[in-house]
């Protein structure tokens, strides 16, 4: 990292002000993906998914079984 060399405390104190925004920044940033990843793993959430991928291999299943003729196999007794 490159040293930067300050002529006054006006440049200091500008540069100061700018890191804590930052830092401020990062921190809100921080605040927003953790509500995301809660919103992500919530019960709710979690069923719609589950459900939502049953349902897609469902008919990704019967759309393939009748593309290709596949039948269920039936066994007699």
């Known amino acids: 990292m490159k040293k930067k060399r300050y002529t006054n405390f006006a440049e200091i104190d500008r540069d100061l002000k ?39 291999r469902a008919l990704i299943l019967k759309a393939s079984s009748k593309i290709f003729g596949l039948r269920k196999l039936v066994s007699s007794k």
């Open 18 to 56: 700018i890191l804590k925004l930052q830092t401020e920044i990062d921190k809100e940033e921080v605040k927003l993906s953790i509500d995301q990843v809660k919103s992500n793993i919530s019960p709710a959430s979690l069923f719609s998914s589950l459900f939502g991928s049953v349902v897609q």
